[in-house]
């Protein structure tokens, strides 16, 4: 099972990102898929899950309303649509499926 993580990057306050989780190695439609973050000094925070089996979404209330989590079956690929963008969304960006990680992306929120 591998995860690949993309899209990261330094953006101003309300800016946007996509960032991408690219999988392979499990069959996609059958595992929820989730993003989890790690800002400095803190606990890693699960913000998003999507289950591709049932199509469920949830979302985490520090990011509700402005993260959009979806999935392309067709690329075994999960996105996170992120929009005003924070300076406390500042982290590194993981995605997981069962106990897999893929190895995280940067965000960074800062003017």
């Known amino acids: 099972v591998q995860l690949v993580e993309s899209g990261g990057g330094t953006v101003q306050p309300g800016g946007s990102l996509r960032l991408s989780c690219v999988t392979s190695g499990f069959t996609f439609d059958d595992y929820a898929i989730a993003w989890f973050r790690q800002a400095p000094g803190k606990e890693r925070e699960g913000i998003s899950t999507?289950?591709?089996?049932?199509?469920?979404?949830d979302y985490a209330d520090s990011v509700k309303g402005r993260f959009t989590i979806s999935s392309d079956n067709a690329k075994n690929t999960v996105y996170l649509q992120m929009n005003s963008l924070k300076p406390e969304d500042t982290a590194v960006y993981y995605c997981?499926?069962?106990?897999?990680w893929g190895r995280g992306t940067q965000v960074t929120v800062s003017s």
């Open positions: 997981r499926t069962l106990h897999y």
């Open positions: 999507i289950n591709n089996n049932d199509g469920k979404i």
